[in-house]
């Protein structure tokens, strides 16, 4: 009943997180500390009720996922709103949530090897990062152009859009570099992480399309808040388990 009512209580906190990371593109360090301040009952009262091997469970948890999301952190895998999000679930978490719920035991699929439930958050999130592209290409099949064969790769990264859009539309990222050069030739370069840009503050862009030295369409990357996927790794986490080792394991297995 306790995993229960812990899920239940971390679930507000995350979509909330989703929503703030979705319009703001951050997640307020309010958000965990408030998460962190009133679970603490949860964790005080296992701690009470498990003794020392709970306790055991917590600072394992805790000190071990602190330091893998502090590396991965460093490493620019993913913002801090993102991170102490992560580090509040192992501690909230220091055991893997087993629950029985209409007859049914979950998390569906077993449990993992590692019981680390926070790893399993993560690597769930992962796989959904992962399956994005596959989703932003079919979006391109079902808004194709021709254009769009003149950069094939970038149906998985990106979309097309107009230049004269781009003033409304927020959190976008350029995939091209547009450069103007000795002979009023615009030079155009792949960005490979997507470059970062205000629409409001492009008026190049549509300065080079009055002069028709780049198409009325660029391709623009929405640049996905990890949030998104840290939820869907929990919610996936805590119904099937974890689903890149159940994958392994029935491929090896079979």
């Not at 965990?32 to 469970?57: C, D, H, N, Q, R």
């Not at 198409?215 to 939820?231: A, D, N, Q, R």
């Amino acid at each position: 009943m306790i995993e229960i009512l812990k899920i239940l209580f971390t679930m507000p906190f995350l979509l909330y997180g989703c929503y703030t990371d979705l319009k703001a593109r951050r997640v307020s360090n309010k958000v965990w500390k408030y998460m962190l301040a009133s679970g603490s009952v949860f964790v005080i009262y296992e701690v009470f009720t498990g003794g020392i091997p709970y306790l055991k469970s917590l600072i394992i948890s805790a000190v071990i996922v602190f330091i893998s999301i502090y590396i991965l952190f460093q490493l620019g895998a993913f913002g801090g709103g993102d991170a102490k999000g992560l580090i509040v679930l192992s501690i909230l978490f220091p055991l893997y949530p087993v629950f029985q719920l209409s007859g049914k035991v979950y998390p569906l699929l077993g449990l993992p090897s590692i019981g680390l439930f926070t790893f399993t958050v993560l690597e769930n999130a992962l796989l959904v990062t992962v399956l994005v592209p596959l989703g932003m290409f079919c979006y391109n099949l079902l808004h194709y152009s021709p254009e769009m064969l003149k950069k094939p790769f970038y149906m998985f990264i990106g979309y097309r859009t107009e230049v004269s859009s781009l003033k409304n539309k927020e959190h976008l990222g350029l995939l091209e570099k547009f450069e103007l050069d000795e002979n009023g030739v615009v030079i155009r370069k792949f960005a490979r992480t997507g470059l970062d840009f205000d629409a409001n503050r492009k008026p190049e862009l549509e300065e080079y399309l009055k002069k028709g030295l780049i198409e009325k369409e660029v391709w623009v990357t929405p640049g996905l808040p990890f949030m998104l996927s840290i939820t869907a790794g929990f919610i996936t986490a805590v119904i099937f388990g974890d689903l890149i080792f159940y994958a392994v394991f029935s491929f090896f297995g079979s």
